[in-house]
T-cell receptor, first 112, second 109 residues
Framework: EAQVTQNPRYLITVTGKKLTVTCSQNMNHEYMSWYRQDPGLGLRQIYYSMNVEVTDKGDVPEGYKVSRKEKRNFPLILESPSPNQTSLYFC???????????FGSGTRLTVV | GQQVMQIPQYQHVQEGEDFTTYCNSSTTLSNIQWYKQRPGGHPVFLIQLVKSGEVKKQKRLTFQFGEAKKNSSLHITATQTTDVGTYFCAGQGDYKLSFGAGTTVTVRA
């Protein structure tokens, strides 16, 4: 089944403890992106990648890192999480030619 | 930077009624996409509009792209309980896809 898989689905962590949210897609998509969703703010782009080793900042990149060493994987790294990074995170991927992103099921992160 | 505004934020609809949600961009867009997110779910791609003035229909949903390619609308006729959820527009600039805040739709049976 064609899908974007994020792990974990839920995570509660403490301030300052490094964490990684994994994202993997099995559709051979070139484009991948991370979004955070907060009430009243919609989906805001954190980082995006147009292909392997090509990444760029979105609208809210502060406090996040990404890497794209393989086409299928696009992990999101929080080096030192803070409470304002408590949010619902979505990974998404898209083929260069086709329309529309396919989203993962989301990761609900709470930083205390 | 590119900003996409969407109104209304909430839409409470009687089953069987019509409603429209609107999307406006601060810049000219290369295309606009619409997504639907069911409660507790993830956004699901509905459609993309590319041409100025383009109108597309999906059953009871009608999508329109403005002549200046800076605004769009989604009109739903004869609302059903299955239409519940949040509808997002997303404007495509050069490489970035910017989402509006969404219109959350509830339906009274």
């Amino acid at each position: 089944e064609a899908q974007v898989t994020q792990n974990p689905r839920y995570l509660i962590t403490v301030t300052g403890k490094k964490l990684t949210v994994t994202c993997s897609q099995n559709m051979n998509h070139e484009y991948m992106s991370w979004y955070r969703q907060d009430p009243g703010l919609g989906l805001r782009q954190i980082y995006y990648s147009m292909n392997v080793e090509v990444t760029d900042k979105g609208d809210v990149p502060e406090g996040y890192k990404v890497s794209r060493k393989e086409k299928r994987n696009f992990p999101l790294i929080l080096e030192s999480p803070s409470p304002n990074q408590t949010s619902l995170y979505f990974c998404a991927s898209k083929d260069r030619e086709r329309y529309g992103y396919t989203f993962g099921s989301g990761t609900r992160l709470t930083v205390v | 930077g590119q900003q996409v505004m969407q109104i209304p934020q909430y839409q409470h609809v009687q089953e069987g009624e019509d409603f429209t949600t609107y999307c406006n961009s601060s810049t000219t867009l290369s295309n606009i996409q619409w997504y639907k997110q069911r409660p507790g779910g993830h956004p699901v791609f509905l459609i993309q509009l590319v041409k100025s003035g383009e109108v597309k229909k999906q059953k009871r949903l009608t999508f329109q792209f403005g002549e200046a390619k800076k605004n769009s609308s989604l009109h739903i006729t004869a609302t059903q309980t299955t239409d519940v959820g949040t509808y997002f527009c997303a404007g495509q600039g050069d490489y970035k896809l910017s989402f509006g805040a969404g219109t959350t739709v509830t339906v009274r049976a």
